[in-house]
């Protein structure tokens, strides 16, 4: 999937309004561009993503939310 800054000027704000419904509470998205456009590399369950160099806490919080209900992630 791919997607540009469109009309919203956001990365990705316009994949996320088509196809967000199907995604899970909270996930980890790869992204990166190419000719100058964002892409998605790759989409994937907070549990299944290596933390790498990212904040343990925040990190933890992600993979928390994920396994909660939708309705509870608070934005």
């Known amino acids: 999937m791919a997607a540009?800054?469109?009309r919203s000027g956001q990365p990705g704000a316009e994949l996320l309004a088509e196809f967000g419904n199907t995604l899970s509470s909270a996930i980890?998205?790869?992204?990166g561009?190419?000719?100058?456009?964002?892409?998605?590399i790759e989409a994937k369950a907070a549990w299944a993503s290596g933390m790498y160099t990212a904040d343990p806490q925040r990190a933890l919080n992600v993979v928390l939310q994920a396994a909660g209900p939708a309705k509870a992630v608070i934005p």
């Open 4 to 6: 540009d800054q469109g």
């Open 28 to 31: 980890v998205v790869d992204a």
């Open 33 to 40: 561009t190419a000719d100058g456009a964002w892409l998605v």
